[in-house]
C-alpha cells in the first residue's frame, strides 16, 4: 500500500537551517503539505500545495518538492519549532495519507 | 477567528459506540467541508473520513468504511463522527478539522480522548 515516510527525528542546533524529507511515490503529481504539532496540542498547517505559506506562519518556514520527495525546510530554527512535523498528501485512489511523523529537536 | 470545539473525553466498552461533536464558528460553516483524523498514542495521524457541509455527502477511509458516520447539522454549524463497534486499538485522540480542496486541515480541534476500556 501507498505510504509517505519521513526520518523519526532530525536535530539542529539554533540558528541552524532543519530539512525533514517526505518520500512517496505519488509526490511528483500530488500537492506535500506540512503541519507540525507540540506536544498535547492539535496539528497547525504550516506550508501547502508543496510550498506556500498560510498567513500567520513564519518566513523561515519554506516548503519544495521533486520528483519523489518533499521537503520541509525551517531556516534559523529556533527552540520554539521543536514539535512533530507530518507532511499529507494523496495518492491517486484519493486515499488519504500522513506520514510517520518527524520529531525535531533544536538545542 | 475560526473556531472548531469539540465535545468532551468518552471512555467506553469494547463493542460500543461513541460520537463526537465539532461546533464550528467564525466561518460560513457550509462553504467549507469537516474532516476527522484520528491519532492513537504513539502512531501516526490517520485520516477516517470527510463531509461535504453544504450537501451532506460523505466519504470514507476503507479502513473505517462500515463502522465510521459522519454527518452535520447546519442549524448548529455542528458536525458528528459516530464510530462503532469500538475495540481497544480505537483508544485515541479524534480531530475534526475544516478544510478545502486546496487547504486540508487548516484549522483544527482542540481533539477528543477517546477510551476503550473494559
Known amino acids: 500500500s501507498y505510504e509517505l515516510t519521513q526520518p523519526p527525528s532530525v536535530s539542529v542546533s539554533p540558528g541552524q537551517t532543519a530539512r525533514i524529507t517526505c518520500s512517496g511515490d505519488a509526490l511528483p503529481k500530488k500537492y506535500a503539505y506540512w503541519y507540525h504539532q507540540k506536544s498535547g496540542q492539535a496539528p497547525v498547517l504550516v506550508i501547502y500545495?508543496?510550498?506556500k505559506r498560510p498567513s500567520g506562519i513564519p518566513e523561515r518556514f519554506s516548503g519544495s518538492s521533486s520528483g519523489t520527495m518533499a521537503t520541509l525546510s525551517i531556516s534559523g530554527a529556533q527552540v520554539e519549532d521543536e514539535a512533530d512535523y507530518y507532511c499529507y498528501s494523496t495518492d491517486s485512489s484519493g486515499n488519504h495519507l500522513f506520514g510517520g511523523g518527524t520529531k525535531l529537536t533544536v538545542l | 477567528q475560526v473556531q472548531l470545539v469539540q465535545s468532551g473525553a468518552e471512555v467506553k466498552k469494547p463493542g460500543a459506540s461513541v460520537k463526537v461533536s465539532c461546533k464550528a464558528s467564525?466561518?460560513?460553516?457550509?462553504?467549507?467541508?469537516i474532516d476527522w483524523v484520528r491519532q492513537a498514542p504513539g502512531h501516526r495521524l490517520e485520516w477516517m473520513g470527510w463531509i461535504n457541509t453544504g450537501k451532506g455527502n460523505t466519504k470514507y477511509s476503507q479502513k473505517f468504511q462500515g463502522r465510521v458516520t459522519i454527518t452535520r447539522d447546519t442549524s448548529a454549524s455542528t458536525a458528528y463522527m459516530e464510530l462503532s463497534s469500538l475495540r481497544y486499538e480505537d483508544t485515541a485522540v479524534y480531530y475534526c478539522a475544516k478544510s478545502e480542496a486546496s487547504l486540508p486541515f487548516d484549522y483544527w480541534g482542540q481533539g477528543t480522548l477517546v477510551t476503550v476500556s473494559s
Open positions: 467564525g466561518y460560513t460553516f457550509t462553504s467549507y467541508g
Open positions: 500545495e508543496d510550498s
